[in-house]
């Protein structure tokens, strides 16, 4: 048995653990330190500056991951030496190192870019695969420094440098590697990796060459997410016919985010994966063989639990990604279009207690880059989907064939749209047009409910209801308001129906005022009083009473104020 302890627990920290002075700083213990020259090649400076002085910008953000932070301050002072000297200084360095004999060089400032300022941006928005062009827009600025790996998903206003960063890669070992996993020389296999660690391939690729593989491909990076392999570049014929990559093995040095490797998973013959990490820990397997087997039943378990949801929440967790109002929109219709409701939400960085907030929620859609959408945790209480995953959810149960194939970039999902509209163009039983995808006519469900197709849970075999809520009555100007009027079909009064409860606002259905008439016990300011405006004799409600006023260490109340 537990025993509790009789006093509460002290809630200020006790003077023995006070900081003390032999304390190291949190950037000295969890970042190594680095020379200023092995930053000024990692870093690529020089590249960095002829690209700013080549677009002419003024104004430059550097947007840096966490963990790079503690290298900004350096960079940012690189950058700002070799931005605001002379031409003068150059020693005939050839890129791979710092144009001044030393990095304390003279620096003699020119009229032409004296106006060049740098910004560090310390804290991304969404992801830190993304370009952060909110937190670029505070400081005006003209151009964007994306430092890291990167989803290389295409902006919408700004331009960008993505600098990957060199990281350092035991080449032998690789090719030991890759060798042992592959040893007939004849097997067609495609050499990928990480964009940090992309410097490498060509000199990896060339050695491999040399021993006898005839049939290896070497990929570049490419800002293209929907690429057949994802921001790179594919072998000779493989664009024209996407099937001719499953005879293709892929070798991938680093492990993939999950959504490329559930995205890679249906397109390449097999994938094997270099751990970079197993390196540094002893007795760590190099090389294993990744499957994306399991992921993808557990996706397909996860969209068609939530086929009879009535009530989507769409996550907006992007403001750069370009074509993101469109995808948006895209949703938004196909959801309305099966009878379903939407909220839309905006968020920065998703997390459990965010989305938790709004438990008449059904199911997620996260609207964001190609990586960030894939969201896989079990702090969260209802599913999350990509805009993929929800149009397999959408569909009806006789159409919805899951083929193994998964999609992260919502551009082919555009694509599709834009070639299946051109097809039904005319066709007003085309679900693109706004009509139910239910296969039933504007108000045939609407005069005979009971004619609707019955639907299930697809997990537990009970029959839902109303899992297509706003296939209701599109005149609504029968019911009568709150004080009893009748509606005439326009406005923003509540509709009620003759129970009380909330069934549209504005004349249109609205499950969240449903939902909060009849599930929610908090209903915001006041609601823990007896409402009486809420009755239908037209009561007035509580007087407004000024509350606690003050700061969280001694707030004053309305009677101790009058007293004194």
């Not at 509460?8 to 680095?34: E, G, Y």
């Not at 409860?501 to 609205?510: H, T």
């Not at 007896?530 to 003050?550: L, M, P, W």
Request: charged content about 20%; proline content about 6%.
């Amino acid at each position: 048995m537990v025993e509790l302890s009789a006093a509460p627990p002290a809630l200020s920290t006790p003077a023995t653990h006070n900081f003390r002075d032999d304390v190291k700083p949190l950037t000295q213990m969890i970042h190594p330190s680095r020379s200023p020259e092995h930053t000024y090649i990692q870093y690529e400076v020089d590249r960095t500056v002829a690209e700013i002085k080549q677009g002419k910008w003024r104004r430059i953000a550097l947007q840096f991951p966490d963990g790079m932070l503690p290298d900004a301050p350096t960079v940012f002072e690189q950058l700002s030496r070799r931005l605001h000297e002379s031409p003068s200084t150059d020693l005939g360095g050839t890129g791979d190192g710092p144009r001044c004999s030393t990095l304390e060089c003279q620096i003699t400032p020119t009229e032409e870019s004296s106006s060049e300022k740098l910004f560090i941006l310390g804290d991304t928005s969404y992801g830190a695969c993304c370009v952060d062009e909110i937190a670029a827009e505070h400081v005006d600025a003209d151009v964007v420094v994306h430092y890291g790996r990167a989803c290389l998903s295409p902006t919408a206003r700004l331009p960008v440098i993505h600098i990957f960063t060199k990281q350092p890669l035991a080449i032998d070992s690789v090719i030991e590697a890759f060798t042992s996993t592959y040893q007939d020389h004849t097997t067609p296999v495609v050499l990928m990796s990480d964009v940090t660690y992309a410097s490498h391939l060509q000199v990896i690729g060339a050695n491999l060459m040399a021993q006898g593989y005839s049939s290896l491909f070497t990929t570049d990076v490419l800002h293209d997410p929907a690429s057949p392999l994802p921001n790179r570049t594919v072998p000779e014929g493989v664009g024209v016919d996407h099937q001719r990559l499953r005879k293709w093995h892929l070798f991938h040095i680093s492990t993939p985010p999950d959504s490329l490797l559930l995205t890679l998973s249906s397109r390449v013959f097999s994938i094997h994966v270099y751990s970079t990490a197993s390196t540094i820990t002893s007795g760590g397997k190099a090389v294993s063989s990744a499957s994306a087997t399991v992921a993808l039943r557990r996706r397909y378990a996860l969209l068609t639990s939530v086929s009879t949801v009535p009530v989507f929440g769409i996550l907006i967790n992007t403001l750069s990604v370009k074509n993101y109002l469109h995808i948006l929109d895209h949703v938004q219709a196909s959801i309305t279009a099966a009878g379903k409701k939407s909220y839309t939400f905006v968020v920065g960085k998703i997390n459990a207690a965010k989305v938790a907030n709004f438990s008449e929620i059904g199911a997620w859609v996260v609207i964001g880059c190609w990586e960030s959408s894939l969201v896989e945790s079990k702090d969260f209480w209802k599913p999350i989907l990509t805009p993929f995953e929800l149009e397999l959810a959408l569909a009806r149960d006789e159409e919805r064939v899951w083929t193994g194939e998964w999609e992260s970039d919502f551009q082919s999902i555009l694509e599709e749209a834009g070639t299946r509209s051109a097809h039904y163009a005319g066709d007003k039983t085309d679900p693109a047009d706004g009509s139910s995808s239910t296969g039933l006519q504007d108000g045939e469900l609407d005069s005979e409910p009971e004619s609707a197709p019955p639907e299930y849970d697809l997990r537990s075999g009970r029959y839902v209801s109303q899992s297509r809520p706003m296939l209701t009555p599109r005149n609504l100007g029968g019911l009568k308001d709150c004080h009893g009027s009748q509606q005439n079909g326009s406005g923003s009064a509540i509709v009620r129906r003759p129970k009380g409860d909330i069934v549209a606002i504005g004349n249109q259905a609205s499950p969240g005022a449903e939902y909060l008439q009849s599930k929610r016990s908090w209903k915001g300011l006041g609601s823990d009083m007896d409402i009486e405006y809420d009755r239908s004799d037209g009561t007035d409600g509580k007087a407004i009473e000024e509350g606690r006023s003050g700061i969280a260490r001694g707030y004053r109340n309305a009677q101790s104020i009058a007293r004194t």
